[in-house]
Protein backbone atom coordinates (compact mmCIF):
# COMPACT_ATOMS: atom_id res chain seq x y z
CA UNK A 1 0.00 0.00 0.00
CA UNK A 2 3.10 2.52 0.97
CA UNK A 3 4.43 2.15 -2.91
CA UNK A 4 0.83 3.37 -3.92
CA UNK A 5 0.82 6.22 -1.66
CA UNK A 6 4.10 7.15 -2.92
CA UNK A 7 3.21 6.25 -6.39
CA UNK A 8 -0.39 8.68 -6.03
CA UNK A 9 1.82 11.58 -4.59
CA UNK A 10 4.81 11.83 -7.45
CA UNK A 11 1.71 11.89 -9.75
CA UNK A 12 0.13 14.98 -7.63
CA UNK A 13 2.95 16.74 -7.19
CA UNK A 14 4.47 16.34 -10.83
CA UNK A 15 0.67 17.36 -12.41
CA UNK A 16 -0.09 19.98 -9.96
CA UNK A 17 2.15 21.62 -7.46
CA UNK A 18 5.41 21.13 -8.91
CA UNK A 19 4.43 21.38 -12.56
CA UNK A 20 6.87 21.29 -15.57
CA UNK A 21 6.12 24.39 -16.75
CA UNK A 22 5.24 26.47 -14.10
CA UNK A 23 7.71 26.03 -10.98
CA UNK A 24 10.46 24.01 -12.66
CA UNK A 25 10.65 25.93 -15.99
CA UNK A 26 11.52 23.01 -17.80
CA UNK A 27 9.87 22.70 -21.55
CA UNK A 28 9.41 26.49 -22.19
CA UNK A 29 10.20 26.31 -25.68
CA UNK A 30 7.80 24.12 -26.99
CA UNK A 31 5.12 25.77 -24.78
CA UNK A 32 5.21 28.91 -26.00
CA UNK A 33 6.37 27.80 -29.56
CA UNK A 34 3.05 25.27 -30.39
CA UNK A 35 0.56 27.08 -28.33
CA UNK A 36 -0.93 29.06 -30.40
CA UNK A 37 -4.10 26.99 -31.20
CA UNK A 38 -5.66 24.40 -28.97
CA UNK A 39 -5.49 21.22 -31.67
CA UNK A 40 -1.99 21.41 -31.61
CA UNK A 41 -1.25 22.26 -28.57
CA UNK A 42 -3.01 18.72 -27.39
CA UNK A 43 -0.92 16.39 -30.15
CA UNK A 44 1.97 18.14 -28.73
CA UNK A 45 1.34 17.64 -25.25
CA UNK A 46 0.57 13.83 -25.97
CA UNK A 47 3.85 13.23 -27.95
CA UNK A 48 5.91 14.65 -25.09
CA UNK A 49 3.98 12.59 -22.26
CA UNK A 50 4.74 9.29 -24.92
CA UNK A 51 8.31 10.41 -25.28
CA UNK A 52 8.75 11.26 -21.57
CA UNK A 53 7.35 8.30 -19.92
CA UNK A 54 9.69 6.14 -22.91
CA UNK A 55 12.51 8.20 -22.15
CA UNK A 56 12.40 7.73 -18.33
CA UNK A 57 11.99 3.77 -18.84
CA UNK A 58 14.92 3.49 -20.95
CA UNK A 59 17.18 5.92 -19.61
CA UNK A 60 16.56 4.24 -15.96
CA UNK A 61 17.92 1.05 -17.67
CA UNK A 62 20.90 2.90 -19.06
CA UNK A 63 21.78 4.58 -15.95
CA UNK A 64 21.23 1.42 -13.67
CA UNK A 65 23.14 -1.49 -16.45
CA UNK A 66 25.32 0.60 -18.06
CA UNK A 67 26.70 3.64 -16.58
CA UNK A 68 26.58 2.11 -12.79
CA UNK A 69 28.34 -1.23 -13.08
CA UNK A 70 31.05 0.72 -15.25
CA UNK A 71 31.32 3.58 -13.45
CA UNK A 72 30.78 5.62 -16.24
CA UNK A 73 28.39 8.23 -14.46
CA UNK A 74 30.82 11.47 -15.77
CA UNK A 75 29.46 10.62 -19.17
CA UNK A 76 25.66 10.77 -18.40
CA UNK A 77 24.88 13.68 -20.10
CA UNK A 78 25.93 12.17 -23.72
CA UNK A 79 24.61 8.81 -22.91
CA UNK A 80 21.21 10.38 -21.85
CA UNK A 81 20.72 12.67 -25.01
CA UNK A 82 21.87 10.26 -27.70
CA UNK A 83 18.90 8.14 -26.06
CA UNK A 84 16.54 10.74 -26.25
CA UNK A 85 17.60 11.69 -29.86
CA UNK A 86 17.61 7.96 -31.32
CA UNK A 87 14.28 7.53 -29.62
CA UNK A 88 12.86 10.43 -31.03
CA UNK A 89 14.09 9.19 -34.34
CA UNK A 90 12.72 5.88 -33.53
CA UNK A 91 8.98 6.73 -32.82
CA UNK A 92 9.12 9.30 -36.06
CA UNK A 93 9.95 6.10 -38.37
CA UNK A 94 7.54 3.99 -36.07
CA UNK A 95 4.24 6.49 -36.53
CA UNK A 96 5.33 7.13 -40.11
CA UNK A 97 4.70 3.46 -40.87
CA UNK A 98 2.00 2.14 -38.37
CA UNK A 99 0.40 5.30 -37.83
CA UNK A 100 0.55 7.76 -41.00
CA UNK A 101 -2.47 10.26 -39.16
CA UNK A 102 -0.95 11.10 -36.14
CA UNK A 103 2.38 11.79 -38.05
CA UNK A 104 0.91 14.09 -40.21
CA UNK A 105 -1.11 15.75 -37.37
CA UNK A 106 2.55 15.94 -35.22
CA UNK A 107 3.90 17.15 -38.21
CA UNK A 108 7.80 19.28 -37.11
CA UNK A 109 7.16 19.30 -33.64
CA UNK A 110 8.37 15.42 -33.21
CA UNK A 111 11.19 16.26 -34.05
CA UNK A 112 11.93 19.48 -32.29
CA UNK A 113 11.13 16.77 -28.78
CA UNK A 114 14.55 16.49 -28.70
CA UNK A 115 15.80 19.82 -27.91
CA UNK A 116 12.41 19.91 -25.05
CA UNK A 117 14.43 20.34 -22.19
CA UNK A 118 11.37 18.45 -20.47
CA UNK A 119 12.64 15.12 -21.21
CA UNK A 120 16.16 14.97 -20.72
CA UNK A 121 14.92 16.62 -17.14
CA UNK A 122 12.55 13.94 -15.63
CA UNK A 123 15.86 12.11 -17.01
CA UNK A 124 18.08 13.77 -15.01
CA UNK A 125 16.01 14.41 -12.00
CA UNK A 126 14.66 10.82 -11.72
CA UNK A 127 18.55 9.70 -11.03
CA UNK A 128 18.91 12.44 -8.85
CA UNK A 129 15.84 11.61 -6.70
CA UNK A 130 17.18 8.10 -6.76
CA UNK A 131 13.90 6.65 -8.02
CA UNK A 132 12.74 2.64 -8.98
CA UNK A 133 11.77 1.88 -12.26
CA UNK A 134 8.20 1.86 -11.68
CA UNK A 135 8.81 5.40 -9.54
CA UNK A 136 10.79 6.45 -12.65
CA UNK A 137 7.97 5.77 -15.62
CA UNK A 138 5.09 7.52 -13.02
CA UNK A 139 7.01 10.63 -13.33
CA UNK A 140 7.80 10.14 -16.52
CA UNK A 141 3.93 9.74 -17.48
CA UNK A 142 2.37 12.31 -15.36
CA UNK A 143 5.45 14.65 -16.10
CA UNK A 144 3.96 14.68 -19.43
CA UNK A 145 0.15 14.62 -18.36
CA UNK A 146 1.14 17.84 -16.78
CA UNK A 147 2.92 19.69 -19.42
CA UNK A 148 0.08 18.30 -21.46
CA UNK A 149 -2.86 20.39 -19.03
CA UNK A 150 -0.64 23.39 -18.72
CA UNK A 151 0.28 23.93 -22.83
CA UNK A 152 -3.76 23.28 -23.55
CA UNK A 153 -5.00 25.91 -20.71
CA UNK A 154 -2.12 28.37 -22.26
CA UNK A 155 -3.16 27.75 -25.86
CA UNK A 156 -7.18 28.26 -24.88
CA UNK A 157 -6.05 31.34 -23.22
CA UNK A 158 -3.58 32.35 -26.04
CA UNK A 159 -6.84 32.03 -29.18
CA UNK A 160 -8.46 34.65 -26.48
CA UNK A 161 -5.76 37.15 -26.56
CA UNK A 162 -6.37 38.45 -30.46
CA UNK A 163 -9.50 39.76 -28.74
CA UNK A 164 -7.81 41.65 -25.82
CA UNK A 165 -6.23 45.21 -25.91
CA UNK A 166 -3.00 46.05 -24.69
CA UNK A 167 0.50 47.49 -25.35
CA UNK A 168 1.71 47.65 -28.73
CA UNK A 169 4.97 47.04 -27.29
CA UNK A 170 3.44 43.56 -25.79
CA UNK A 171 2.44 42.03 -29.09
CA UNK A 172 3.66 38.37 -29.36
CA UNK A 173 6.08 36.67 -26.46
CA UNK A 174 5.55 39.14 -23.91
CA UNK A 175 2.14 39.17 -23.20
CA UNK A 176 2.30 35.52 -23.64
CA UNK A 177 4.76 35.23 -21.00
CA UNK A 178 2.72 37.72 -18.66
CA UNK A 179 -0.17 35.43 -19.04
CA UNK A 180 2.15 32.57 -18.04
CA UNK A 181 3.18 34.41 -15.27
CA UNK A 182 -0.32 34.88 -14.04
CA UNK A 183 -1.36 31.13 -14.91
CA UNK A 184 1.51 30.16 -12.84
CA UNK A 185 0.31 32.12 -10.02
CA UNK A 186 -2.63 30.54 -10.18
CA UNK A 187 -0.74 26.86 -10.13
CA UNK A 188 0.98 28.17 -7.02
CA UNK A 189 -2.16 27.55 -5.10
CA UNK A 190 -1.55 24.13 -5.10
CA UNK A 191 1.66 23.88 -3.68
CA UNK A 192 0.31 23.62 -0.12
CA UNK A 193 -1.42 20.32 -1.15
CA UNK A 194 -0.41 17.55 0.81
CA UNK A 195 -2.12 14.55 0.72
CA UNK A 196 -0.58 11.77 2.89
CA UNK B 1 33.13 40.39 -40.61
CA UNK B 2 32.72 44.00 -39.00
CA UNK B 3 33.21 43.11 -35.27
CA UNK B 4 31.33 46.40 -34.01
CA UNK B 5 28.30 45.51 -35.58
CA UNK B 6 28.57 41.65 -34.51
CA UNK B 7 29.00 43.11 -31.06
CA UNK B 8 25.73 45.13 -30.87
CA UNK B 9 24.18 42.38 -32.69
CA UNK B 10 24.83 40.00 -29.87
CA UNK B 11 24.17 42.49 -26.98
CA UNK B 12 21.02 44.36 -28.40
CA UNK B 13 19.50 43.88 -32.06
CA UNK B 14 20.04 40.23 -32.26
CA UNK B 15 19.98 39.49 -28.81
CA UNK B 16 20.01 35.53 -27.76
CA UNK B 17 17.07 35.97 -25.15
CA UNK B 18 15.38 39.28 -25.74
CA UNK B 19 15.00 39.28 -29.98
CA UNK B 20 15.83 35.53 -31.11
CA UNK B 21 13.87 34.46 -28.18
CA UNK B 22 15.75 31.51 -27.12
CA UNK B 23 17.16 29.56 -24.35
CA UNK B 24 14.16 30.95 -22.29
CA UNK B 25 13.65 27.77 -19.45
CA UNK B 26 17.59 29.11 -18.05
CA UNK B 27 16.54 32.63 -18.18
CA UNK B 28 13.33 32.34 -16.06
CA UNK B 29 14.72 29.35 -14.11
CA UNK B 30 17.94 30.55 -12.19
CA UNK B 31 17.94 33.81 -12.24
CA UNK B 32 17.24 34.41 -8.52
CA UNK B 33 20.03 35.45 -7.38
CA UNK B 34 23.64 37.68 -9.05
CA UNK B 35 25.74 34.27 -8.00
CA UNK B 36 23.66 32.21 -10.17
CA UNK B 37 23.29 34.68 -12.82
CA UNK B 38 26.68 35.57 -13.43
CA UNK B 39 27.62 31.50 -13.23
CA UNK B 40 25.32 30.47 -15.48
CA UNK B 41 25.82 33.20 -18.02
CA UNK B 42 29.88 32.39 -18.11
CA UNK B 43 29.48 28.58 -18.45
CA UNK B 44 27.08 29.15 -21.28
CA UNK B 45 29.58 31.70 -23.27
CA UNK B 46 32.12 29.19 -22.75
CA UNK B 47 30.56 26.18 -23.97
CA UNK B 48 28.89 28.35 -26.80
CA UNK B 49 32.32 29.38 -27.76
CA UNK B 50 34.44 26.39 -27.75
CA UNK B 51 31.18 24.43 -29.33
CA UNK B 52 30.68 27.49 -32.10
CA UNK B 53 34.51 26.99 -32.93
CA UNK B 54 34.88 23.29 -33.25
CA UNK B 55 31.70 23.10 -35.36
CA UNK B 56 32.87 25.52 -37.93
CA UNK B 57 36.11 23.43 -37.88
CA UNK B 58 34.18 20.15 -38.85
CA UNK B 59 31.42 21.90 -41.12
CA UNK B 60 33.23 20.96 -44.07
CA UNK B 61 33.46 17.01 -42.90
CA UNK B 62 30.29 16.42 -41.63
CA UNK B 63 27.39 15.26 -44.16
CA UNK B 64 24.56 17.74 -43.73
CA UNK B 65 21.61 14.96 -43.09
CA UNK B 66 23.46 14.13 -39.53
CA UNK B 67 24.44 17.36 -38.88
CA UNK B 68 22.13 18.13 -35.91
CA UNK B 69 23.18 14.93 -34.12
CA UNK B 70 27.17 16.18 -34.63
CA UNK B 71 26.36 19.15 -32.95
CA UNK B 72 24.15 17.55 -30.08
CA UNK B 73 27.17 15.77 -29.43
CA UNK B 74 30.06 18.22 -30.12
CA UNK B 75 27.71 20.02 -27.35
CA UNK B 76 27.23 17.36 -25.02
CA UNK B 77 30.50 16.94 -24.80
CA UNK B 78 31.67 20.65 -23.86
CA UNK B 79 29.03 20.83 -21.34
CA UNK B 80 30.16 17.52 -19.31
CA UNK B 81 33.39 18.96 -19.37
CA UNK B 82 31.96 22.63 -17.86
CA UNK B 83 30.08 20.63 -15.78
CA UNK B 84 32.32 18.38 -14.23
CA UNK B 85 34.67 21.45 -13.66
CA UNK B 86 31.88 23.35 -11.97
CA UNK B 87 31.49 20.50 -9.54
CA UNK B 88 35.20 20.07 -8.92
CA UNK B 89 35.75 24.40 -8.14
CA UNK B 90 33.02 25.87 -7.59
CA UNK B 91 30.47 23.09 -5.57
CA UNK B 92 28.34 25.53 -4.13
CA UNK B 93 27.32 26.84 -7.75
CA UNK B 94 26.50 23.38 -8.99
CA UNK B 95 24.70 22.98 -5.67
CA UNK B 96 22.35 26.06 -6.61
CA UNK B 97 21.68 25.36 -10.55
CA UNK B 98 21.38 21.69 -10.33
CA UNK B 99 20.14 20.03 -13.19
CA UNK B 100 20.21 22.95 -15.15
CA UNK B 101 23.45 22.58 -15.38
CA UNK B 102 23.40 19.32 -17.59
CA UNK B 103 19.75 20.92 -19.03
CA UNK B 104 22.62 23.36 -21.03
CA UNK B 105 22.94 20.65 -23.41
CA UNK B 106 19.33 21.47 -24.76
CA UNK B 107 19.49 25.12 -24.33
CA UNK B 108 18.14 26.58 -27.86
CA UNK B 109 20.66 29.35 -27.88
CA UNK B 110 24.00 27.16 -28.66
CA UNK B 111 22.23 24.75 -30.81
CA UNK B 112 20.65 27.59 -32.49
CA UNK B 113 24.21 29.51 -32.94
CA UNK B 114 25.62 26.35 -34.32
CA UNK B 115 22.84 25.57 -37.15
CA UNK B 116 22.53 29.49 -37.78
CA UNK B 117 25.78 30.99 -37.20
CA UNK B 118 28.97 28.69 -36.95
CA UNK B 119 28.04 25.97 -39.60
CA UNK B 120 27.88 28.57 -42.40
CA UNK B 121 30.83 30.85 -40.95
CA UNK B 122 34.28 30.77 -40.68
CA UNK B 123 36.59 29.49 -37.39
CA UNK B 124 37.40 33.38 -36.37
CA UNK B 125 34.14 34.82 -37.00
CA UNK B 126 32.36 31.71 -35.37
CA UNK B 127 34.73 32.40 -32.34
CA UNK B 128 33.81 36.25 -31.93
CA UNK B 129 30.06 35.22 -32.52
CA UNK B 130 30.42 32.82 -29.55
CA UNK B 131 31.20 35.50 -27.65
CA UNK B 132 29.32 38.51 -28.39
CA UNK B 133 26.39 35.91 -28.28
CA UNK B 134 27.57 34.51 -24.80
CA UNK B 135 28.28 38.43 -23.56
CA UNK B 136 24.23 39.41 -24.72
CA UNK B 137 22.85 36.24 -22.82
CA UNK B 138 24.49 36.83 -19.52
CA UNK B 139 23.97 40.68 -19.55
CA UNK B 140 20.58 39.51 -19.46
CA UNK B 141 21.15 37.12 -17.29
CA UNK B 142 22.10 39.83 -15.07
CA UNK B 143 19.55 42.23 -15.47
CA UNK B 144 17.15 39.83 -14.55
CA UNK B 145 18.65 38.63 -11.38
CA UNK B 146 19.40 42.70 -10.09
CA UNK B 147 15.93 43.32 -10.76
CA UNK B 148 14.14 40.01 -9.00
CA UNK B 149 16.83 39.99 -5.80
CA UNK B 150 16.26 43.67 -5.28
CA UNK B 151 12.65 43.70 -5.87
CA UNK B 152 12.10 40.99 -4.30
CA UNK B 153 14.23 40.63 -1.18
CA UNK B 154 15.87 43.86 -0.98
CA UNK B 155 19.35 42.87 -1.60
CA UNK B 156 22.10 42.90 -4.24
CA UNK B 157 24.85 40.66 -5.51
CA UNK B 158 23.09 37.29 -3.41
CA UNK B 159 25.46 34.43 -3.23
CA UNK B 160 28.86 36.44 -3.60
CA UNK B 161 28.85 39.56 -1.46
CA UNK B 162 27.74 40.53 2.07
CA UNK B 163 28.08 38.80 4.97
CA UNK B 164 27.93 34.88 4.07
CA UNK B 165 26.99 35.82 0.94
CA UNK B 166 23.19 36.51 1.55
CA UNK B 167 23.82 40.29 -0.64
CA UNK B 168 24.11 43.41 0.77
CA UNK B 169 20.72 44.84 2.13
CA UNK B 170 19.54 48.21 -0.02
CA UNK B 171 15.74 47.94 0.30
CA UNK B 172 14.41 46.90 3.63
CA UNK B 173 13.31 43.11 3.77
CA UNK B 174 10.11 43.75 4.50
CA UNK B 175 9.13 45.91 1.65
CA UNK B 176 10.26 42.95 -0.90
CA UNK B 177 8.03 41.53 -3.06
CA UNK B 178 7.98 38.11 -2.39
CA UNK B 179 6.31 37.26 -5.54
CA UNK B 180 9.04 38.30 -7.57
CA UNK B 181 11.29 35.66 -6.38
CA UNK B 182 8.70 33.09 -7.09
CA UNK B 183 8.61 31.14 -10.42
CA UNK B 184 6.11 33.70 -11.37
CA UNK B 185 8.65 36.55 -11.01
CA UNK B 186 10.94 34.79 -13.96
CA UNK B 187 7.45 34.87 -16.40
CA UNK B 188 6.68 38.55 -15.22
CA UNK B 189 10.20 40.42 -15.66
CA UNK B 190 10.97 38.96 -18.39
CA UNK B 191 7.87 39.66 -20.31
CA UNK B 192 8.50 42.95 -19.57
CA UNK B 193 11.95 43.33 -20.69
CA UNK B 194 11.26 41.85 -24.27
CA UNK B 195 8.41 44.03 -24.32
CA UNK B 196 10.82 47.09 -23.48
CA UNK B 197 13.33 45.45 -26.02
CA UNK B 198 10.83 45.44 -28.79
CA UNK B 199 9.50 48.59 -27.61
CA UNK B 200 13.07 50.51 -28.19
CA UNK B 201 13.58 48.86 -31.11
CA UNK B 202 10.85 49.53 -32.85
CA UNK B 203 11.29 53.49 -31.43
CA UNK B 204 14.63 53.60 -33.52
CA UNK B 205 13.10 52.39 -36.79
CA UNK B 206 10.67 55.60 -37.05
Known sequence: MDQIYELLAISLSAILANNFIFSQ???????LGVSKKVDTAVGMGIAVTFVMALASAITWAVQRFVLDPFGLGYMQTVAFILVIASLVQFIEMFLQKAMPAL???????LPLITTNCAVLGVAQ??????????????????????????????????????????????????IALVTAGLMALAFMGFSGLKVW | MNRKKQFLEGLLTQNPVLVQVLGMCSTMAITTSFFNGLGMGV???VILTLSNIIISLIRKIVPDKIRIAMFIVVIAGFVTMVDLLIQAFVPALADSLGVFIPLIVVNCIILGRAEGFSYKNGVVDSFFDGIFQGIGYTVVLLIMCIIRELLGAGTFG???????????QIIPAEFGIKMLTLPVGGFLVLGCLIAAMQWALNRNKK
Open chain 1, 103 to 109: YTALGVY
Open chain 2, 158 to 168: GGLLGIDGKGI
Open chain 2, 43 to 45: AVL
Open chain 1, 25 to 31: FLGICPF
Open chain 1, 125 to 174: LNVQNSYGFIESVTYGITGGLGFLLAIVLFASIRERLVFADYPKSFEGFP
